[in-house]
């Protein structure tokens, strides 16, 4: 089973952008799904980008065009570049993973994924 751990997170002005990390370490990371998602409080995990098939990467609607999800299995690292933040985008965002062999029909549900980050904090102020 893969181990997450992301990094990246902290305090940024509206329309400022940062750049979370996500490293892998304990399987061949290439082996693996990979997604972000986030949590705001009081508010259900959300997902909020995933590469699973050849076709990806996808994003929710609430970050398409300013987001971007990308992962490097050289150096077992997944990425999640925000760009254009608003308030909205405040939350707790985590990293999660699922093994290749593993399909399923609705990758922005929490439930399609079984390894997962302890997450990093994103807030964004006006």
């Known amino acids: 089973q893969v181990q997450l751990v992301e990094s990246g997170g902290g305090s940024v002005q509206a329309g400022g952008s940062l750049r979370l990390s996500c490293a892998a370490s304990?399987?061949?990371?290439?082996?693996?799904?990979v997604a972000w998602f986030r949590q705001a409080p009081g508010k259900e995990r959300e997902g909020v980008a995933y590469?699973?098939?050849?076709?990806?990467?996808s994003y929710a609607d609430s970050v398409k065009g300013r987001f971007t999800i990308s992962q490097d299995n050289a150096r077992n690292t997944l990425y999640l570049q925000m760009n254009s933040l608003n308030i909205e985008d405040t939350a707790m965002y985590y990293c999660?993973?699922?093994?290749?062999?593993?399909?399923?029909?609705?990758?922005?549900?929490?439930?399609?994924?079984?390894?997962w980050g302890q997450g990093t904090r994103v807030t964004v102020s006006s």
């Open positions: 999660a993973a699922r093994l290749r062999r593993y399909s399923c029909t609705t990758p922005l549900s929490r439930y399609c994924w079984t390894s």
């Open positions: 304990g399987d061949t990371f290439s082996k693996y799904y």
């Open positions: 590469i699973d098939s050849v076709s990806s990467p």
